[in-house]
């Protein structure tokens, strides 16, 4: 057969977890090829099916509640056999506390932070596969991180920009999940990084941010609960623009 | 770092609706279900200080309630009647020229898959379901059932055939 080779790829396609060369390569194939293309339609309709029949069974509400409270009450009975140790720990934490304050202030919040995305940034464009769902259609994009992550946010539309949407990723910050969207600009890699505004503890608004020791362009900004980091090495006008796409939405 | 259990909560509540859907599928039980998600919160929250942080935690959640279940007596009873994994077979191809995917959408008929997903064996089902309904990548799914990549893609696979497979019989009776 002469596709053997294409369609022992098809699933890993359409998981969208082919290297990008090689899923471009497949989607130029699958245009040209009737029998790939019906093969490939079949399997998405396939993994719909399974997707719709496979979100089958929702918790009571009468066990959700009672999860939320046996979670709630846990630190309680921690709380007795640690006493101690936590006692001990408090003042351990307000005496480095005091300490650290002299010498590191808000800033070095905020340094973190910065330096965490621009090492997400850099991790990401490292990586061999960069996103996990690739497409260039926001309505692709946005429904993929539905369930995933605990907000939802808008995609601005690109028509008449010269960005392109290459696709998104989940991604972690202090713990907290939020979502990488990856956009080009005249061969220029930019991540577009979204989390919700309240779990991150630094203080990220104020002065400028310093390039000091960041190797890349990066704007910061809150809107609507979310915190948004656009970062890259393209120009800072060119991060400016998709962050106005972004802040239009 | 100590983590808080306000923070664990914060994390863990949201993916609660999906935990559950996954532990009622692997159980088929609501009850056994309901324990089944009480317990890995429980030892989740035990758990959490040693969760090292810039980790999948949905991974983390998936794998211990999978664990849990596992040793279950439900889950030993699932797992023994798993038929190994032939990993080491080649791939199959990945579509067949005659599929019943389109009878099966033109039907519109969830139950049918359902049932046939009911009845995959518990690593296939498992799979599919982390797959295709709870989007996981494939590393995610490797962090899950502790095994490499290329098991997850050849299992996955397998799966998927096995599924279709199932789903014949089903559709030539309708």
């Not at chain 2, 032939?86 to 359902?114: H, K, Y």
């Amino acid at each position: 057969m002469v596709c053997e080779s294409w369609k022992a790829q098809l699933d890993t396609y359409l998981d969208g977890e082919l290297p990008e060369e090689e899923a471009r390569n497949f989607d130029a194939h699958v245009r040209s090829c009737s029998s790939c293309s019906a093969d490939a339609l079949s399997s998405v309709q396939m993994k719909r099916a399974v997707q719709v029949a496979g979100k089958r069974f929702t918790p009571s509400t009468e066990f959700r509640r009672r999860m939320q409270q046996s979670i709630a009450l846990k630190p309680r009975r921690g709380f007795r056999l640690g006493w101690i140790f936590a006692a001990a720990a408090v003042v351990v934490v307000l005496a480095a506390g005091v300490l650290t304050s002299h010498y590191l202030g808000t800033q070095s919040a905020r340094d973190h932070v910065f330096s965490e995305i621009a090492d997400l940034h850099v991790a990401t464009l490292a990586s061999s596969s960069p996103v996990d769902v690739i497409s260039a259609d926001r309505h692709t994009v946005k429904p993929w991180f539905q369930g995933k992550i605990p907000f939802a946010f808008n995609l601005p539309e690109l028509q008449n920009t010269e960005f392109i949407l290459v696709g998104g990723r989940m991604t972690y910050l202090e713990q907290t999940p939020g979502a990488q969207l990856i956009y080009d600009v005249r061969k220029h890699h930019i991540s577009v990084f979204i989390f919700p505004d309240g779990a991150l503890r630094a203080n990220l608004d104020g002065e400028s941010i310093s390039r000091k020791n960041l190797p890349f362009n990066m704007e910061t900004w809150s809107q609507g609960g979310l915190r948004y980091f656009v970062i890259g090495d393209a120009s800072a006008a060119d991060l400016d623009n998709l962050a106005k796409l972004f802040r239009a939405e | 770092m100590s983590l808080q259990s306000g923070e664990f909560e914060e994390l863990a509540m949201p993916l609660f609706d999906q935990l559950y859907n996954f532990a009622h599928w692997l159980t088929q039980n609501r009850e056994e279900a309901e324990d089944l998600v009480q317990e890995t919160y429980t030892k989740a929250l035990r758990g959490f200080s040693s969760f090292q942080l810039g980790t999948n935690f949905r991974a983390w959640m998936y794998r211990i309630l999978r664990n849990t279940f596992l040793t279950s007596r439900t889950g030993l009873r699932a797992a023994s009647t798993v038929p190994l994994d032939l990993e080491e077979v080649g791939a199959d191809l990945a579509v067949e020229s005659e599929t019943p995917e389109t009878i099966l959408m033109s039907r519109s008929n969830s139950q049918l898959l359902q049932r046939a997903i009911e009845n995959l064996p518990l690593h296939y089902r498992e799979i599919i379901l982390l797959c295709e309904v709870e989007e996981m990548s494939y590393q995610e799914i490797a962090v899950t059932l502790s095994i490499p990549i290329g098991t997850v893609m050849s299992r996955l696979s397998r799966a998927r055939k096995t599924l279709r497979d199932g789903l014949r019989p089903e559709l030539q009776k309708g």
